[in-house]
């Protein structure tokens, strides 16, 4: 059974910092895109950051950059989300997703069940 579980969220005050983290299972992590996305109420949900499998390059989203890391621990099949100086516009649903290389014309996709962000002012 594919999983993909996000821990690691919560509530805290504006300038604080949690530390998502999402675990994967079921299938072979190593060469899969992961990305970290996240949902407000009443909004689209939008990508935050992502890690590649390869050279572990990384994307940011402008609004996080310089605030929010991401790594990976291959040998844990986990990937990881550093989020600092938090701000009330962070608060949401954090998602994680996972994307497969693509194989002729096809990939595989993996979300996890969410995580809830609270950042209060």
């Known amino acids: 059974e594919v999983r993909l579980v996000e821990s690691g969220g919560g509530s805290v005050q504006a300038g604080g910092s949690l530390r998502l983290s999402c675990a994967a299972s079921g299938f072979t992590f190593d060469p899969y895109v992961i990305g970290w996305f996240r949902q407000a109420p009443g909004k689209e949900r939008e990508g935050v950051s992502s890690i590649s499998s390869n050279d572990g390059s990384t994307y940011y989203d402008d609004s996080v950059k310089d605030r929010f890391t991401i790594s990976r621990d291959n040998t844990k099949n986990t990937v990881y989300l550093q989020m600092n100086s938090l701000k009330p516009e962070d608060t949401a649903v954090y998602y994680c997703?996972?994307?497969?290389?693509?194989?002729?014309?096809?990939?595989?996709?993996?979300w996890g069940q969410g995580t809830q962000v609270t950042v209060s002012s």
């Open positions: 997703n996972a994307i497969s290389p693509i194989e002729g014309t096809s990939f595989r996709t993996y």
